[in-house]
């Protein structure tokens, strides 16, 4: 009896592949070196790079996902507190990293997001659904008078989660987290009422 390849795990190698080196610069073949598998098994799972690229990006959105909603459903702060919180958190996580890999939907967004539409509508699905994450946080603390009301909760989450993807940017190139820092002192600042 042949070996079985589990499809999450394939997903998780290229998850790593993907985020640090891009989607065009990873080839089928470094695929299936990386996941250590035949290119027949590769295509029982997957219809083409794209379409695995495609599952990536799903995986990792949902996976992020959940992450999010459990740090916040475990958070005993204040909305904003634990609004900037999740953000030193994220900011430490790429810090250990050494700034080498970044978001998978904030890269797939800027290098492919335009010209593969398919891939650039996953990312932006995913990154509506964080932001449908935040909005409530922000909401309460709109409610308890901690956030600004001069723009509705979506459109704050927007603006965290956009400018926290610039400031994520600059760290690849800098290889420093002083745009973040200086990012999150701004930005939590600029909001707080």
Known sequence: MGYKYNKEDILNVGYEVFRKNGYHNVGINEILKESGIPKGSFYNFFESKEDFAQQVINQYGLSNQSFMEKFFEESSLTPIESLKAFYAMVMDMNEQDNYAGGCLVNNMSMEVGRNIDNLGAAANQHFIGWLNVLAPIIDKGQKL????????PMELA???HAGFYGALSRTKVTRSRVYMDIWLDITFNLIKT
């Open 158 to 160: 927007e603006y965290l």
């Open 145 to 152: 008078e901690q956030i600004t009301t001069a723009y509705s």
